[in-house]
């Protein structure tokens, strides 16, 4: 009973965040249901744009950091969406719109998981290293992507600027539909891994004691969180922290096992972008500032302190 309580109050919180957020804009609030047809068929799609990119980099956060046993692995951060954004970015400037940018998103996001995984293996160092490589391959992908576009005449690689910084402001350059269905299919193999990713988080040779097929699920995991990462880098741009904080804050205040606290993250993923991208068109309205910026004005404090809880547990 007390469970059902809690999902109901899950429910109609969402539900509320929602109708609150839809209604607000042109610097006042205005009953959803009573607006401008208009208005309403530009604000559903970016509201229900902000709760897919939320919910998906979420667990993709979350299951990175079973992946890499490490709280502070986030899909920014490792590289992830610079390698979506790239792909991004390389098949624009060959004129391709269509289902053609997520499977490049995917492509990308995918290629620099592998590429990371593989080299904090090789290399090691810890989490310190796989941090250090991940910022090395996301500034190489950040470097490619800024080449392409300073080298561009085309109007839309211009535009995708704005949308690199993290902006919900446009719907991207793939429908909404494409990105879902990407994002549903990462879903579905992630979500029932979450036993197994717990034991991965013992450490490989636990895991190997137990009976886990370690690069299977490894793979499996790869291949999810690269599904959500690039579909949400091909409606968004890149939008960092999102990954890292929300899992983290699920785990402290609701603990459990991992297919929860991929569940959890999904849900407060999802309405933490909607309700920070409501905010960023508002603060300082009529300037629609891309909800990435703000977001990092909020994930760079808390990466600090994680990382310094991380040192602190490690006795360092």
């Not at 309580?5 to 804009?25: K, P, Q, W």
């Not at 402290?252 to 972008?273: E, N």
């Not at 300082?284 to 990466?303: C, E, K, Q, T």
Request: positive net charge; charged residues 10%.
């Amino acid at each position: 009973m007390k469970k059902f309580s809690l999902m109901l109050l899950f429910f109609f919180f969402t539900l509320l965040t929602i109708y609150l957020c839809a209604g607000i804009g042109l610097g006042t609030w205005q009953n959803p249901l009573a607006m401008d047809e208009t208005l309403m068929a530009l604000r559903l799609p970016r509201v229900f744009n902000a709760l897919l990119v939320g919910l998906s980099l979420s667990v993709a956060g979350a299951a990175l950091q079973a992946l890499f046993e490490n709280p502070l692995a986030d899909p920014g951060l490792i590289g992830t969406s610079g390698g979506a954004a790239l792909g991004v970015v390389l098949v624009l400037s060959l004129g391709f719109i269509g289902v053609s940018v997520p499977l490049a998103a995917f492509s990308g996001s995918l290629i620099v998981c592998v590429i990371v995984l593989l080299a904090h293996r090789l290399f090691g160092g810890g989490k310190a290293g796989l941090l250090i490589i991940g910022f090395i391959i996301s500034s190489f992908c950040s470097a490619v992507v800024g080449l392409v576009l300073f080298l561009s005449d085309d109007f839309i690689l211009r535009s995708a600027m704005t949308w690199l910084a993290g902006s919900l402001a446009q719907s991207g350059f793939v429908s909404p539909l494409y990105a879902a269905g990407s994002m549903l299919l990462g879903l579905i193999i992630l979500i029932p891994m979450g036993r197994h990713l717990d034991i991965l988080l013992l450490g490989e040779e636990t895991a190997v004691s137990m009976g886990i097929k370690v690069f299977k699920i490894r793979a499996l995991a790869v291949t999810g969180a690269a599904l959500l990462t690039g579909a949400a880098v091909s409606l968004s741009g890149m939008i960092g922290f999102v990954g890292m904080m929300i899992p983290n804050l699920m785990a402290v205040v609701f603990r459990g096992q991992r297919t929860k606290i991929m569940l959890l993250s999904a849900w407060a993923g999802a309405l933490f972008l909607l309700i920070t991208d409501t905010a960023s068109r508002t603060v300082v309205y009529p300037v629609d500032l891309p909800v990435g910026i703000v977001i990092a004005l909020i994930g760079a404090p808390f990466f600090v302190w994680l990382f310094a809880m991380s040192l602190r547990r490690n006795g360092v």
